[in-house]
């Protein structure tokens, strides 16, 4: 399941056109993973009968996960992709999951329940949970930027 997260992020960095337009800070990363994963386990929670695990998951990372998504929406916003490039990243993490789910149906549900039984044992903050799942392979022409965002936002220029 962490591979195929991974992957998912991959596969939708090199589709969209705001993210292979410059950089993304490791904030910015820490949310496409956070979203990715968190549309992975929606998917879950209905395909895989996982909904008290879903909701629990919702409940305990409830601030966490609100946060994340605005950096998300922020991060689309900020470069041209909009609201509406936001809303198709999490369309296409969801159903690439979706299809995942269809062609591996028994790995995909087991794989997701034993993120979930991570991440409900996890006692740290979601973010130190995501940052220990696998590094982004490849996101296309983006780059995990080290630099403050105020250089960042100057070199793009």
Do not use: W
């Not at 939708?12 to 904030?27: D, Q």
């Not at 879903?54 to 966490?64: A, D, H, L, P, S």
């Amino acid at each position: 399941m962490f591979k195929t997260a991974c992957a998912t992020i991959a596969l939708i960095a090199l589709a969209n056109p705001a993210l292979a337009a410059g950089c993304v800070t490791p904030k910015d990363a820490a949310a496409l993973k956070t979203a990715v994963m968190q549309q992975a386990l929606m998917v879950a929670a209905f395909q895989c009968r996982e909904a008290s695990a879903y909701n629990g998951f919702v409940t305990i990372y409830r601030k966490e996960l609100q946060s994340s998504d605005a950096v998300l929406k922020a991060f689309f916003v900020q470069r041209g992709g909009g609201e509406s490039g936001y809303d198709r990243f999490k369309t296409k993490a969801a159903n690439i999951s979706a299809l995942e789910q269809a062609r591996r149906s028994d790995a995909f549900c087991a794989d997701t329940h034993a993120l979930y039984a991570a991440v409900l044992a996890h006692r740290g903050s979601l973010i130190s949970f995501v940052d220990s799942l696998p590094a982004v392979p490849n996101m296309g022409n983006a780059c995990i930027e080290t630099r403050p965002a105020s250089r960042l936002a100057r070199a793009d220029r």
